[in-house]
């Protein structure tokens, strides 16, 4: 009995493995500094208008899917990482717009508009919004890259072989000479 169960789950697991995994139109448009809300996605194939389940605020309903795919889950690991920056961020900034405030409305007698405490909340505000476009930069390529290379350790019969032939990265670099040269490259599996 147990060797059944054992059976039965590495079948499950196998198959979970074994699913194209594709996002929602709107989420493969996203790019660098892009929205940061949660991606939809779906395991459906050949149908016209697949159901999209939502992967969660860190990507933990996709997890299940990527299990066995060391890189895939490495990508989601980066995804979560940006996201708790995120949160970190956000939370960092509305406590020092809220520290300000209670600075300014704290004496009765008159409001005082710039001590030496609410410079420090400023400062920490604008050192918060700056540091903000560098989590967001590439918080979305890093889920996108993990569906990527899920779909990428799949069969060639399964996702095509054009599919498997596209350069995982494409550029612009320049010659010695100064010409625009277009720089192509490939991961090896």
Request: aromatic letters at 10%.
């Amino acid at each position: 009995m147990a060797l059944t169960c054992c059976a039965g789950l590495s079948m499950g697991a196998q198959a979970q493995q074994s699913t194209i995994i594709r996002l929602a139109p709107e989420d493969q448009e996203r790019g660098l500094n892009g929205m940061q809300k949660n991606f939809f996605f779906t395991t459906e194939t050949g149908t016209s208008n697949p159901e999209y389940r939502n992967a969660g605020f860190f990507g933990q309903r996709l997890r299940p899917y990527l299990a066995g795919n060391q890189e895939a889950l490495a990508n989601l690991n980066d995804y979560r990482r940006q996201k708790w920056l995120f949160l970190a961020e956000r939370l960092t900034f509305v406590g020092a717009v809220g520290l300000y405030g209670q600075q300014v409305l704290a004496l009765d007698e008159k409001q005082q508009y710039f001590n030496n405490t609410q410079k420090a909340a400023i400062g920490v505000a604008a050192f918060s919004l700056l540091s903000n476009i560098f989590i967001s930069r590439n918080t979305n390529s890093h889920f996108q890259r993990a569906v990527e290379a899920h779909n990428a350790g799949l069969p060639a019969a399964r996702t095509g072989v054009l599919y498997q032939l596209r350069p995982s990265t494409v550029g612009l670099a320049a010659s010695a000479t100064g010409r625009p040269l277009l720089a192509l490259s490939w991961n090896l599996r």
